[in-house]
RNA sequence: GGCGGCGUAGCCAAGUGGUUAAGGCGGAGGUCUGCAAAACCUCUAUUCAGCGGUUCGAAUCCGCUCGCCGCCUCCA
């Protein structure tokens, strides 16, 4: 499969450092605040792409880590009376929620900056000893003049950085483009005993440490939002690279922003939509689903109406996994929360049992993964998941007839599943949108006494009651084994 | 100023040198239905921002023009 890393701007074959194992970092959230659309992407896009690479048979190690100290933090704390440490715990106890309330699965490590010290110390020490540092008053800084590579992740050549002079003017340093390893404490903030002196790490250190620290010094994939493209990741290569004179991480993967209308959404400009308020508008599904219409490189633009829409869409997967459960086919198992399998979709194809849906299944298979194989095409693989609902509709239509059968059509949905799986679809219970217990016992009178209006032919009772319904909520739908309720998001 | 990206149907969005330009939403007609809903069938871009060029052949490559956006500073 291909994969387009940022450092050669190319598609390249994936070749993992080791046969059938993949190893992959990427740069979470730092926590002062709560998780907007745009990290729901970010996390989106890596766990579709964690979720692949282990359907194709990769055993994945996937870290994903907390910045827990930095500038902001530290300030946000200040304002709010609580410790740094009181106020990321918190924000990472509500990442979790968001997280599990999108169908992110948790990383296999979730390393901690704070957690790490010791390691960024040896590395900066290592850092020093080669030559690629220097220490100020408590400070150090690494010297990119030391690095020649620096500036090839991002494309920038470093005569360029100076002449922007957006760069801090810092005396001290011998360049203005030197980044901080490691910042003498300032009073009040939290600190740590080091070398040289009390003090606390730079931002790009710790994922120097911790990716080295659990997938060794040269791993697979290094991914994160594009806007870490440059400084962090640019100067993570330089700083890794410098210390272990390994290539750092081999392909580098940067996901696109979520715009809010012309602008780019961002904690600074205040223009944030948190995944708080939009799981509570929206189906985390067609959140999904939305997100991923659009490539995972190219920018997407939220609008309520777009995932409104994609919510229509999803309801004709979904109906599939609802007519099959209905046919009690014991729990489509498209749906395994914590466990990652990998996929095997010619025994899941063989396995329909029977061989006109298999064959008409076969493509809709093979254009799914071939657009997954290609950078995780995932709107091509999209197209393929409906085409191949298509086919699963046209055959139940025909159930009973040609030796069309029940439950090849349900071995067929179950196949979907699985492919859903990959892109973290229909983890939830099928029904979707459940009524609360009160409107679900208000209902069940007006459905019964519905069903014995329609037996007497009194069609005008019927349809006050579907009104009825309606009004609390749910759209019926006649079907040959008997009404059924369709809830909307409340 | 430097670097990079984008402009495909009413809307969203794949495709990046060669059979009929995926898919979704929306829309039109039909089948089914007491009526609906869902599903199914048919249709909905002779054309890919514009203009030139390369090529036997371009939405796909090159040049120019217009429009939009991102990064260069904390940010997913």
Not at 266 to 283: A, F, P, Q, Y
Not at 296 to 310: D, I, L, M, S
Not at 319 to 324: D, F, K, N, P, V
Not at 410 to 437: I, T
């Amino acid at each position: 499969m291909k994969i387009y890393s940022t450092l050669t701007r190319t598609k390249e074959e994936l070749v993992p450092l080791a046969p059938k194992e993949v190893r992959m970092y990427v740069c979470g959230v730092t926590v002062y605040g709560v998780s907007h659309v745009g990290h729901a992407r970010s996390a989106i896009v890596f766990d579709v792409i964690r979720r692949y690479l282990a359907f194709k048979g990769y055993r994945v190690t996937f870290v994903k880590n907390f910045t827990d100290v930095d500038d902001k933090i530290i300030k946000r704390a200040q304002e709010e009376g609580v410790s740094p440490s009181e106020l990321s715990e918190r924000y990472i106890a509500e990442f979790y929620q968001d997280m599990e309330a999108i169908g992110v699965l948790r990383a296999d490590i979730e390393p901690k900056a704070t957690d790490h010290i010791p390691e960024m110390i040896v590395l900066i020490e290592r850092l020093l000893a080669g030559g690629f540092a220097y220490v100020v008053d408590g400070d150090v800084y690494f010297e990119i003049r030391q690095f020649p590579g620096y500036g090839r992740l991002s494309g920038k050549n470093l005569d360029e950085l100076l002449a922007g002079a957006r760069v801090e003017v810092d005396e001290r340093k011998r360049d203005p483009r030197d980044f901080a390893l490691w910042k003498s404490a300032k009073p009040g903030e939290p600190s740590w005993p080091s070398p040289w002196g009390d003090g606390r790490p730079g931002w790009h250190i710790e994922c120097s440490a911790m990716s080295m620290r659990y997938l060794g010094e040269s791993f697979d994939i290094h991914g994160g939002g594009e806007d870490l493209m440059f400084p962090h990741h640019e100067c993570e290569i330089a700083q890794s690279e410098a210390a272990t004179g390994q290539p750092f991480a081999r392909y580098w993967i940067h996901n696109g922003f979520v715009n809010l209308g012309a602008e780019k959404m961002s904690k600074s400009l205040g223009n944030i939509l948190t995944i708080r308020e939009l799981v509570k508008r929206h189906d985390p599904d067609a959140l999904r689903l939305w997100l991923l219409g659009t490539h995972y490189r190219n920018p997407v633009e939220f609008a309520e109406e777009r995932v409104r829409e994609t919510a229509r869409a999803l309801e004709r997967l979904r109906g599939l996994i609802i007519e099959a459960e209905r046919l009690s086919v014991p729990g489509i198992d498209g749906r395994y929360p914590n466990a990652l399998e990998r996929g095997y979709p010619e025994a899941w194809l063989a396995a329909i049992g029977h061989g006109e849906l298999t064959r008409r299944a076969h493509p809709c298979v093979e254009r799914f993964t071939d657009a997954m194989d290609d950078d995780f095409n995932t709107p091509g693989a999209l197209a393929a998941l409906f085409d191949l609902s298509h086919e699963l509709y046209r055959y139940r239509e025909a159930v009973g007839q040609g030796g069309k059968r029940a439950d090849a059509f349900a071995n067929g949905v179950r196949l979907l599943a699985r492919l859903g799986w990959a892109l973290g679809l229909f983890q939830r219970p099928a029904e979707g949108v459940a009524p609360s217990p009160a409107r679900a016992a208000q209902a069940e009178p007006l459905v019964a006494e519905r069903e014995q209006a329609r037996n007497q032919r009194d069609w005008k009772r019927a349809d006050e009651l579907r009104e009825a319904l309606r009004k609390l909520g749910a759209t019926v739908e006649d079907t040959p084994t008997g009404p059924r309720l369709k809830w909307e998001r409340t």
